[in-house]
């Protein structure tokens, strides 16, 4: 698989090679590698305690992989080697974006405020760092206008416009979820990661979400990767999976391939006779 | 309060505990504090007993829990039969204890507790003649006081807009008032100066959600700076006001650096810190700053360059330019002026720059640092750029308050008044800009008029404290606005 990878051009939108991460004597990722690719979702999938939100901590900056090699090929800003870049750097300048487990927004910011803060950078380069925007120049006027513009067009999808006055942490749990990833698609990513999108949610809502995924994916053309317990949103909307086990990549292959593979099965229902192992192991 | 709801009377026996209890714990209070006095006397020191004002004080209590308790249950008119008569005999002692006894004042020694204990009884009686009235009127539960007192906090919010400028209006008026005399100006003076304060640590704490207990060293940095230039450079007031305010930005960020990984009570620590260590360099630094002897005759600030004084050192002076009488109150209402000119610059930009993407950043910073992470924001710059602007006005405070004193010494930038300061900011709403006037004016205004209690007017400050807390735990006025709206504003289409 590697030798493969290693022959250059690919047209993968992340490579992540021999990526380990390790805390003092604890492996919590040893040695994965798979691609993504644009226009693409890619589900990591595994039991508890895999090392599947390690993996996306390393992706974003949150940690400083012990091995390994990540890189981002953007569609227009070239290539990026993610373990080497600052943490805040990576959303702005590799376009890299993500959601958490337990979502993380602004709570007592409203919903729009919210949509407004992804664009930072832009506004913040736009507003001369402050400077023009203290003295109301119009440079500075447009770019809001058009970050609000960008906002009011996630809103619509995310169908918050009723509410983008109200504060974020009035919402209910389910529209917090979808304005997280509204959020981060602000940031104008190339990968959207996100971790546990459906986690807490209803049938209904769910089902809203995998819209949601297929119409960014469809209609953006970005990569998105995605961890998820829900096999209904990880079989129904993803083209590609990677199972981890125990840190360790056991799977990789479209959902027909993961369904039937026997090491996935027996990492998530166990085998008869695999107890002993497991208790030795 | 359940209990409160029905008329369900609390036994007379229960009654009794419950104000004996409370006339008890003010009994052991006051009898160390108010029933003995260390007093100087020819020959030494002397210690005076006074156990009349702690008889006064415990039977208050006593009787004064009784007629709460009464008021909970809605049995209103026993108390307003006590509580009226009571009021207007201490006033009646109040007025005409000159009569009595040339020495003091009746039932205490203090005009002002006697004052404060007319008012209150009077409080007390008019509201249970208010109940007795109403019949059982509905607001007495605790829930009830709270919905009240948040829909008075949403009105004074709502009326922000239109109190703001009135506010200002009285500011501007204020020393052409016939009551503004030379005390009134001295303690305006001094409150809006700790608005200014508060406004510059309201960047940082309310805004940027860092918690600094250590404001007071950029303070002391401005003013400092102010005296040192003056001293060394013989530079005047307007040429540092600016290098007052870079060297406290400056300070800011040197401060920032070391702290930026710190949160919460971590940051809150070191902060105080350094707060401290400034203030034990200046005391230290003997042949620099002069140490505790502090810096003297610091030049004050003049008007486009005429002088405030009578006569000029050089050039004209400013009664002389325009023609007036010379009068020493000219020089204070010029300082007036001047700190309200420097609380507004505060004021407008805080609320301009709330408006901006770096305003955003630092409110979003308080809510959550890891998710600002992940949209691309760099914190460090972010926290810096607070730290650094709200120590600039920090700066600017201290240069004027040198410019006002003349004299500073380490001993005005004790951890003290950072704590007063973030008490304004605190007390007032965290991020309200109408919250820390009126905390401010609570806090610092309330103490000055009870000066005649000597030490024991920080009580006041307490009393203030106790209350906010009791009725507005999240602050005076804690609402928060949006920075921009998709909508307009529910009730503002169609007039409220």
């Known amino acids: 698989m590697s030798a493969v990878m290693a022959q250059a051009p690919s047209t993968a939108l992340l490579t992540v090679e021999h990526l380990t991460m390790q805390f003092g004597g604890l492996i919590a990722i040893g040695d994965v590698s798979f691609e993504a690719f644009p226009r693409e979702i890619t589900a990591v999938i595994g039991p508890n305690g895999a090392g599947k939100t390690t993996l996306f901590n390393c992706l974003t900056g949150f940690y400083k992989p012990t091995v390994g090699r990540l890189t981002l090929r953007h569609p227009t800003r070239g290539d990026f080697l993610l373990e080497r870049m600052e943490g805040y750097d990576i959303p702005e300048h590799a376009g890299v974006a993500r959601t958490f487990q337990n979502i993380r927004l602004f709570p007592q910011m409203s919903v729009l405020e919210n949509l407004i803060i992804a664009q930072h950078n832009k506004l913040m380069r736009a507003s001369g760092f402050t400077f023009a925007g203290l003295l109301g120049l119009p440079v500075y006027r447009n770019a809001e206008k058009q970050a609000v513009e960008l906002a009011k067009y996630w809103l619509d999808h995310i169908n918050l416009t009723e509410r983008a006055d109200w504060n974020a942490g009035n919402l209910p749990y389910g529209d917090q979820r979808r304005l997280e990833i509204a959020r981060a698609m602000c940031t104008e990513p190339a990968l959207l990661c996100l971790d546990e999108p459906a986690a807490g949610l209803n049938p209904k809502e769910s089902a809203e979400l995998n819209q949601l995924l297929t119409y960014i994916r469809d209609q953006h053309g970005i990569g998105l990767l995605l961890i998820e317990h829900d096999m209904s949103v990880v079989m129904g909307i993803s083209d590609h999976i990677v199972v981890l086990d125990y840190g360790r990549k056991i799977s990789d292959g479209t959902p027909e391939f993961i369904r039937n593979d026997p090491a996935v099965i027996r990492a998530y229902l166990g085998e008869e006779g695999d107890d002993e192992d497991a208790a030795d192991g | ?496």
Not at chain 2, 152 to 164: D, E, I, S, T, Y
Not at chain 2, 205 to 223: H, Q, R
């Open chain 2, 1 to 496: 309060m359940a209990e409160a709801v029905a008329a369900s009377a609390t036994p007379p026996r229960a009654m009794l505990r419950e104000a004996g209890l409370i006339a008890l714990v003010v009994f052991g209070l006051s009898f160390s504090l108010v029933g003995f006095k260390i007093e100087d006397v020819p020959g030494g020191l002397a210690i005076l007993t006074r156990f009349d004002g702690v008889f006064f004080a415990t039977a208050l209590a006593f009787f004064g829990r009784i007629a709460l308790i009464m008021l909970r249950e809605q049995r209103a008119l026993p108390v307003a039969l006590v509580a009226l008569p009571t009021a207007a005999l201490v006033l009646l002692l109040q007025l005409f204890s000159g009569d009595l006894d040339p020495e003091r004042s009746y039932p205490f020694r203090s005009g002002v507790v006697n004052w404060s204990l007319f008012a209150v009884a009077l409080a007390l009686g008019l509201r249970a003649v208010w109940l007795a009235w109403h019949h059982g009127g509905s607001l007495t539960g605790r829930e009830a006081r709270d919905a009240a007192m948040d829909r008075v906090g949403a009105k004074v919010q709502h009326a922000a807009r239109f109190l703001g400028p009135a506010l200002l209006g009285f500011a501007i008026v204020l020393p052409f008032l016939p009551f503004a005399d030379r005390r009134l100006l001295d303690i305006a003076i001094l409150v809006v100066t700790y608005i200014m304060l508060g406004w510059g640590l309201n960047i940082v704490v309310g805004l940027a959600g860092l918690l600094d207990l250590g404001y007071v060293a950029f303070y002391a940095v401005g003013a400092y700076s102010y005296a040192l230039l003056a001293q060394y450079f013989d530079l005047g007031f307007w040429t540092c006001l600016p290098l007052a305010g870079i060297l406290a930005a400056f300070a800011g960020i040197l401060l920032g650096f070391p702290v930026l990984r710190l949160r919460g009570d971590y940051l809150a620590i070191v902060t105080l810190g350094f707060g401290e260590i400034i203030r034990v360099i200046l005391l230290n630094w003997y042949t620099f700053t002069g140490g505790p002897d502090g810096i003297s005759g610091i030049p004050r600030p003049t008007f486009f360059g005429l002088e405030l004084t009578k006569r000029a050192t050089d050039g004209e002076t400013f009664h002389q330019f325009f023609g007036l009488t010379y009068s020493p109150m000219d020089r204070i209402i010029f300082l007036f002026y001047l700190i309200l000119a420097l609380a507004l610059i505060t004021n407008l930009f805080t609320l301009r720059i709330r408006k901006l993407p770096i305003g955003r950043a630092w409110e979003a910073l308080r809510e959550d640092e890891i998710a600002c992470r992940s949209l691309g924001m760099n914190p460090r710059n972010t926290k810096l750029t607070a730290f650094s602007i709200g120590a600039m006005f920090g700066g600017f405070g201290g240069s004027f308050f040198a410019t006002r004193q003349g004299f500073i010494s380490p001993e005005s930038f004790t951890f003290i008044e950072s704590a007063v300061i973030l008490a304004i900011v605190v007390l007032g709403g965290m991020g309200s800009q109408i919250g820390v006037v009126f905390a401010a004016i609570l806090l610092i205004g309330l103490p000055e008029f009870f000066r005649e209690l000597q030490q024991y007017r920080m009580l006041a400050f307490g009393l203030a404290m106790v209350m906010i807390m009791v009725w507005r735990p999240s602050g005076l006025l804690a609402h928060r606005e949006p920075t921009l709206r998709l909508h307009p504003k529910p009730g503002q289409e169609n007039a409220s």
